[in-house]
């Protein structure tokens, strides 16, 4: 009997082991499977932090030059204002020139009024000449 008990305990030792075996080849083939996916996702996650790394940097260019137009913008500003003052400046001289211009167009037109006046006054002193010189030629002949 004890060899009956014996074989059945081996019997079911085999079938125990042979269960276990199957575990093992189970575990195994999910240990291998997990080991696989363990190498994606690691793979994964290095082109994920390459991503970021790579966007990090695109960013602190996108800042910089963000940055650089500022201060373009700035310095173009400034410019414009020193350009806006230079013209405002330039047309207060424009300005001041046109109205000495009219000024002078003023004195001009008085002048050429005077110049008038007196080329008339000349005609007449002319006139008086020619006559006065006419009476004394007339007196010399009558002497």
Do not use: P, Y
Not at 58 to 82: P, W
Not at 126 to 143: F, H, I, M, P
Request: hydrophobic fraction near 30%.
């Amino acid at each position: 009997m004890q060899i009956e008990r014996l074989h059945t305990d081996l019997c079911t030792a085999n079938e125990a082991n042979a269960v276990l075996n199957e575990d093992k080849d189970r575990v195994q083939q999910e240990r291998d499977c997990l080991e696989s996916e363990t190498v994606d996702l690691r793979q994964a996650l290095a082109s994920i932090r390459s991503t970021l790394t790579s966007s990090s940097e695109e960013v602190a260019a996108i800042i910089l030059e963000r940055d650089n137009f500022a201060k373009l913008n700035d310095d173009l500003t400034s410019e414009i204002g020193s350009s806006m003052n230079e013209l405002a400046s330039a047309k207060e001289k424009i300005d001041q020139f046109s109205q000495g211009l009219e000024e002078n167009s003023m004195k001009i037109r008085t002048l050429e009024s005077e110049l008038c006046t007196v080329e008339e006054k000349n005609a007449v002193i002319s006139e008086e000449r020619d006559r006065v010189q006419q009476e004394r030629d007339g007196l010399e002949s009558e002497t």
